[in-house]
């Protein structure tokens, strides 16, 4: 059993974690309570070792990222799916250790898909990427506090983001089922119906497609793809993962004319791409790299040779978020060094998946 810390008083020990453990903001105490509580909702041992986290290499207990999750705010309804996230975040493929030290401004962005979503009291309507819900929140900020604090990733010592981005605070957000005419991305994965998923990308803050105007797949997709192709994301020069989070309005659009996710998939793959005359001196082109690329989907001597975005139509990330009452959907281009991870979600202790 880890040693307790001792204050004087509460605002001693507020001050004190403040200082030492915050991303800024207030946390709460991690007392024996609090954690014990967080505890008791999964079924691990405290003791139970995640793996190490990079860039410190310090190893990683449920306990420990117990009293981390105290600290964020985060409920014990919320606590399997932060368990979930973490230890998808400490594979290898996710590469944490690059995310933690580029000067990029990745950060992981958190799907959750699957009925975890509702028993964790997550948002996944109005607001679904903003604030004002505690598990969307605290399930971001607790792999943030776990980064910082375990895994040493600090501003200016191993964090060497140039801007960074509001989205490193929590970047979590939760599949809108009741609105999805599509099977949930956790279907899609592999998991049975009543199974929830985890999915991790590493991604720049999201970019806004607006659109009220469009009545059939092409248009709208049309401006998906326009966003999506933009040259100052690393995708538009190293074709890699993407996330779309389709609004309700929107992927209603697509599914009444009887579009599949797959052939959504193929139609922004073909049309997010740019003409190598396009990306030529623009952008993070780089001629042996970025016509490396190229090769593989044309003559990378030919500038009408069309670079895509993505590295497959299969690397696009679709969900289905927030609320039915608008034309908005989000793009969240990646970091490319780092691949996509998911992993199932444990009910509950005592809970039986169903």
Sequence with gaps: M????????????LDHYLEHFSDGLP????????????????????????????PRGTALSVRDLAVNAAMAGCPPAAFPVALAAVTAALERPFNLNGIQSTTHSATPLIVVSGPAAARAGMNASFNAFGPHNRANATIGRTLRLVMANV??????TTDMSVQGTPAKYSFCVAENLEQSPWP????R?????????????????????CDHRSAEPERLLENVADVMRALGS???CRPGPMTLALCPQHARIVAGAGWSIAQMQRFLFERAANPLARVRGAGEFDRERTLGFAARYGDPDDPATRLPVLESPESLIVCVVGAPTGGFSTVVPSWTASRPVHRPIAPPRGKESR
Excluded at 151 to 156: D, F, M, Q, S, V
């Design 189 to 209: 994965q592999g998991y049975a119906d009543a199974r929830s998923s985890v999915t991790l990308m590493a991604a720049e803050g999201g970019h806004l497609v």
């Design 151 to 156: 895994g040493g990733g600090l501003p200016g």
């Design 27 to 54: 946390v709460l105490l991690p007392t024996e309570r609090r954690v014990g509580e967080l505890l008791a909702a999964v079924p691990q041992a405290p003791d139970h070792q995640l793996g190490s986290v990079p």
């Design 184 to 187: 949930s991305l956790a279907e």
């Design 2 to 13: 880890p040693e307790l810390l001792e204050f004087s008083d509460v605002d001693a020990a």
């Design 234 to 236: 690393l995708n538009s």
